[in-house]
């Protein structure tokens, strides 16, 4: 399948799946969210919209559209796991502005992050370990991780398949 909406192909793990729901709690804004985001053969918007917003740049409240392959992503590292928790989440999307900030203060922070593009996020899972967490979204060869047991975080993207501590 295509979306539209990523412009590039969406594979929706187990195609037989009749809906797909992902749970957030955003760290930063104490938002929550549970929703079901693919129903019936398709992405549904209303959704998508909800979790954009609580994905959004906390620093400066900007929404932009996180990549569905993302969220498909996410719903299959969570059916790895095993676990309906919510993902709690250190970084959703990031806009250029917050990226040169953290830039300017950490080594560690990507010049053309694909944060900025909403295809990764930084995520904890209550009741995962976090080096399970890891080892589970290598598993899916799915995109990049990242694994940073200091801040308590896992970092999965849509990019290339490779890894890094």
């Given at each position: ?19 797909k ?5 955003n ?5 929550k969210?549970?929703t ?15 979790i954009?917003?609580?994905?959004r ?18 719903y ?5 796991i ?38 990764a ?11 399970d967490?890891r080892r ?8 990049g991780v ?5 801040s ?13 501590t």
């Open positions: 399948l295509f979306s539209a909406l990523s412009g590039r192909a969406f594979a929706y793990g187990n195609a037989l799946a009749q809906s729901a992902l749970a957030f709690y760290l930063h804004t104490g938002e969210l549970r079901e985001f693919w129903a019936e053969g398709k992405l549904i918007p209303e959704a998508l919209g909800q954009n917003r609580v994905l740049d906390h620093r400066t409240n900007e929404i932009s559209a996180i990549d569905p392959t993302l969220l498909d992503l996410l299959r590292l969570q059916r790895k095993g676990t309906q928790q919510a993902f709690h989440v250190i970084s959703g999307y990031r806009s250029p502005a917050s990226n040169s900030l953290l830039r300017s203060q950490s080594g560690g922070v990507a010049n053309r992050s694909l944060h900025m593009s909403g295809k996020i930084d995520v904890a899972l209550p009741g995962c370990k976090l080096a967490l589970a979204a290598l598993s899916l060869r799915a995109g990242g694994y940073y047991p200091a308590g975080f896992v970092h999965v993207d849509t990019g290339r398949v490779r890894q890094w």
